[in-house]
């Protein structure tokens, strides 16, 4: 048709697909001026954003670098941080987080659970939903406070105080709305129409859940999980008044322990300069810590959600 | 139905009239060219016996066709197979028209000996049942069109029997009667098969509409 | 013949609207019954009754009388995870488990006690060669069930019903779903698949119902409008109401 010559004629001369920088072109109407003003704005306020990012992993990484040495990871605080390295903080931050994902996960996901495939449309339900929707958005602090309050001086009989007991507790409060919620979206996520196939066959409720519905979702669970262990393993606030503090690694639930984000805080407001530098050298293991989670968070989500949701 | 399936079974009845009509001629023209032994009419009607091959050729392959197309059932299906096997009938009734034609052809140099009375009142009868059972099949409606139709069967088949007792005291009377006498009978036993063809198509388009092929 | 299903004054309710009414039914054993008509006339309804499915609806209930070789199925001495077992179902939409071929296969029995890997092998096997899937895919079992095209799905959620050796097979619209080439194949597998096993087969498409059936029901609005042998129905409906659905006056 005579219109398609045409309209291939002006393409080739028009400017819209001459090769190269077409915004640097000046623009022919209002229109296309506004469309890229929006381009141009959009874009930049996007490198904006990740400014912020690289400037604080620039600033640790050159102030703390120097002090990352294997004495630092390998030897415990001593002298009040002078001398000796961050073992027990590291240790420390790995038994905080692993009691209370022993403590979290459970009922996190045992909650979940049930209001997704047990319980009907009801109070339960709505009141669970709720309760975790806001404690999901309550400042740490006030975990840290309530922490203090409940599991160091009111069940101080049971936990003995400021101990790894109390801090975990404190930081398994923090997890659960998170486990929760991400754990009900997942098995939500999870058609009608397997827990029907399964039941077809004659399983029972359970074993549908078990073997079909959590097998399903179990990548975005464990990713839920891991998000929600990168989070608190970065936490200070609430271990501040419920860990105590311990030059070395605590032996038992009952005692005190040391954790990496409690100890960069004490590094930082420090007046020796030495010590202000380890707290750059422990800041960074943190972040390659909480990265390395979420980079395996991330695989792992990719990687079976593939597997999963392929066909 | 589907419109489509309904816009192809207006085609084929609009072919089924067609061919009613030329077979309904066929009887009508053979019979008059027997009966006023016109030579030429009866030519047209042998030339015009063709068409009557190229219908029935036609419209049983646009029934095959809607069959194969549409995979039709229940009424839809019946109405098609109610049509392949009327339009067999109706070409036996323009053949046996032919046949009268025929015969015209072979009285060249006879001539009758009686005013015909039987003969062209049997042919009316045929033809007016043919036309009724042609309406009941294109309009599908039944309104006792079979019972009328097995009453003038039965009314065609008693003036055959009459016709023939009658030509045979002509044909004992004058033994040079004969050859003619034989072609009356002929005729006659054509007009009798012809309208047992239409009292069939009556039969057709009861299983159309009912799906039994018994009666009620 | 005795019958493999009786149906005897079934009426069903979701909360107050009335989805069968009256249902009085009789399925002889190996057969193929098509169960049609237009949506909404309660079918799914029908067959999700007979492995009672249709108690996981909150709001579902029932009178009438529901026999599966005899045997009252809502009877409160009878096991329900048996009964489904002994009632296989297949969906509209292809659902295999998110594992391997051969686990999807192997659920169905696993659930129900069986063990031991050579057990489990010929169980796989045997399903899988009913199911026409065999051939295909002897050969990678162990990879991931949803790899597979669309009607080899459905071809493998048929051998994972028929692993539990079930007496009732029910298709909710099995090829809904597939390309024509695939559904002609499941078509097949079903003729082939009534010897064995008493087939009860939801469907929409009239042309397929009357291919594949030897006894059709038609629903409408939740009645039984006629029962009898596909090929009379096909033939010559006795109802108007199945005439003007055989016809397509309405979908």
Redesign the interface.
Known sequence: MGNAEEGVETMKTGNALRKGRSWLRLPKSRREFLDRAAYVSLGFVAVLLTLPFFAIILDVIVKGLPGLTPTLIWESIRNLGREGGIRNAIVGSVELVVIASGVALPISIGAAVYTTEYS?QGRLHQIVEFTADVLAGVPSIVFGAFGYVFFVWLLRAFTGGATLLSGALTLSLMMIPTVLRTSQESLRAV?I??R?????????KW?TTW??TI??CFPAIVTGILLAVARIAGETAPLIWTTGYNSDTPWSIFDAVASLPFTIFTFAMHPDPVVNAKAYAASIVLILIVLSVDVVANWVSRRVGI????? | MSKLLAAKVDRIKDYIKEMGQLAVSAIRDGVESFAKLDQELAARVVAEDAKLDELDAMIESECIRAIAQFQPVATDVRRLSAYLKAITDLRRIGRYGYDTALLTQRMKGLEHFKRLVKIPEMARITIEMTQQAIDALINEKDENTLKSLMDQDDVVDDAMEELFREVLTYAIEDPRRITVAMYYTLVARYLERAEDHAVSIGWHSHYMLTGRRRFR | MEAKVEIKALNAWYGDFHVLKNINLQILPYTVTAVMGPSGCGKTTLIRILNRLCDLVPDFHMTGRVLVDRRDIFDPDVDVYQLRREVGFVFQKPNPFPMSIYDNVAYGPRTHGIHGETQFNKIVRRSLQQAALWDEVRHRLAEPAMKLSGGQQQRLCLARALAVEPVLLLMDEPVAFLDPISAQKIEELVMILKKRYTIIMVTHNVQQALRVSDWAAFLYLGELVEFGKTSSIAETPADPRTEAFLTGRFG
Not at chain 1, 196 to 204: D, I, K, N, Y
């Open positions: 009907r058609p129409t397997l029907e196939a399964s039941l077809a066959l004659g399983a029972t074993s073997r079909v097998r399903a597997l999963v949701r392929k066909g």
